[in-house]
């Protein structure tokens, strides 16, 4: 199992590339079993979610080539098998987005439950309502969900649940419905990028979308779709991961790709935090020389503050003078990191789904343990400032969703190696 090795205390400088966004492409790949014709995805980046999803879509019978590690092509003309197989489901979550397309493409689906996760459960009960209020028949049966899709027609859907709108509800009913016999209004509807970023590949292969961007969409079943080309768009939250490391390091990074209009909130947030954010053409400037103060964060659906820049923002915190408080609105049990920043001698303690953190003049290097995608980030985030050497393991959770963090990072000065 690798590990990654950090020495804090360097300073980082010069330009980071933001790699294209993994939950961007996790539905858009999905997304082309609904076409009669290949697809041509790019600026897809190399990570192993890419990997699993093109391991569940060959399950199915699509074809999916790499022609370059950024460039995948899915001719969707050999699908015939309904099953997404569980060895496949368990390592990711996202696996359940095949649900909608199966459904639009074969009429018929069975997919291993996703089961829980480090972040907490993932429930699938939006997917299931969405599915069923377009027409579809679902039952749960031996740790799948089975769902018949032939009586499907546009219907009214309401998507809002206990925790506001749901990112992959979304981009399955959303895909369920664009070959459904009749109109489906989508209230509700989450408006994360990776959202409108699926409905413009969708529009491109022929559905026809109205409400792009907002929490209410409107689809027009059509009869068939084809496959498209589409550049995905860069990663909203590896870029506010390294936005957040200039920060904790104190230092001017540049980030060429990013996009500023994805991260408001973000951006609002931490210059609060005394960094100095610049926005230019087709990048980010970030200037985290400045005085740390600290700040107050909830984490929302978008355009609220990202879950998943959660524990980074906490990891910032540590070393920020004050007392600042964050909390977890979206995946309650989303902590993971808290115990691990608090063996490198943060000062954090949680008040149920609030962490409230005492800055500390500076973090101790430890061995700590990745228990999540983001919250890996967050122990690495800590690592390039923490007193000494420190050793994450498991960094598999890491390598599911940050392209070569390591050398990124080291090409920026970080003292960091990765050993297997
Ligand atoms: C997507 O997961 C992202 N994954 C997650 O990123 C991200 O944290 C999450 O959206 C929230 O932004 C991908 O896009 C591949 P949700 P998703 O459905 O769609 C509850 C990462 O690190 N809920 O928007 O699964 C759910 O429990 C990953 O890249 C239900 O109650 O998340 C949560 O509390 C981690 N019933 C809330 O809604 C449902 O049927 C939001 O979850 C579905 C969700």
Redesign the pocket.
């Known amino acids: 199992m690798d590990k990654i090795i950090i020495r804090g205390g360097r300073k980082l400088r010069g330009s980071v590339a933001i790699s294209g966004s993994?939950?961007a492409a996790?539905?858009i790949m999905a997304a082309s079993l609904l076409g009669d014709t290949p697809a041509y995805i790019t600026n897809v980046p190399c990570v192993t979610?890419i990997r699993t999803m093109a391991d569940i879509l060959a399950a199915l019978g699509a074809k999916v080539d790499f022609p370059s590690p950024h460039e995948v092509v899915i001719d969707p003309s050999g699908l015939c098998n309904p099953t997404a197989p569980y060895e496949l489901v368990r390592k990711m979550?996202?696996s359940?987005?095949v649900l909608g397309p199966l459904l639009g493409a074969i009429g018929r689906a069975r997919i291993s439950l996703p089961g829980g996760c480090a972040?907490?459960?993932?429930?699938?009960?939006?997917?299931?309502?969405g599915m069923k209020q377009l027409g579809a028949a679902t039952r749960l049966s031996h740790g799948f969900v089975v769902a018949d899709g032939t009586g499907m027609r546009g219907a009214e859907v309401f998507l809002g649940?206990?925790?506001?709108?749901?990112?992959?509800?979304t981009?399955n009913v959303l895909m369920a419905a664009v070959k459904a016999r009749g109109v489906t209004r989508i209230e509700g509807a989450?408006c994360?990028p990776?959202i409108v970023d699926l409905t413009h590949f969708l529009c491109a292969m022929g559905a026809r979308i109205d409400g792009i961007g907002s929490h209410t969409l409107r689809v027009e079943g059509v009869r068939k779709l084809r496959g498209a080309r589409h550049k995905l768009i860069p990663d909203r939250?590896e870029a506010g991961t390294y936005m957040i490391a200039a920060a904790i390091t104190k230092s001017e990074l540049l980030l060429k790709g990013a996009r500023a209009d994805h991260l408001r909130a973000v951006i609002e947030k931490i210059e609060e935090a005394g960094v100095g954010i610049f926005e230019s053409s087709g990048a980010i400037r970030v200037n985290g020389k400045g005085k740390r103060r600290v700040v107050d964060v909830t984490t929302h659906?978008?355009p609220g503050f990202?879950?998943?820049l959660q524990a980074q923002m906490i990891a910032l915190m540590t070393i920020s003078p004050g007392i600042s408080v964050i909390t977890e609105k979206?995946?309650?049990e989303r902590f993971m990191h808290v115990p691990e920043l608090n063996r490198m001698a943060a000062s954090i303690f949680l008040e149920g789904s609030s962490a409230i953190i005492r800055g500390v003049k500076s973090l101790s290097g430890a061995p700590v343990m990745a228990s999540?995608?983001?919250a890996s980030a967050a122990l690495i985030l800590a690592g390039l400032v923490a007193r000494g050497e420190t050793v994450v393991d498991r960094v598999y959770h890491i390598d599911r969703?940050y392209e070569n963090i390591e050398e990124k990072l080291r090409g920026l000065g970080a003292e960091i190696e990765r050993v297997r």
Do not use: M
């Open positions: 993994k939950n996790l539905p979610d979550r996202a359940i987005c972040i907490g459960a993932r429930p699938i009960d939006l997917h299931i309502k649940g206990r925790f506001g709108s749901s990112v992959l509800a981009a989450a994360e990776e939250i659906p978008y990202p879950t998943d979206v995946f309650a999540d995608l983001r969703g």
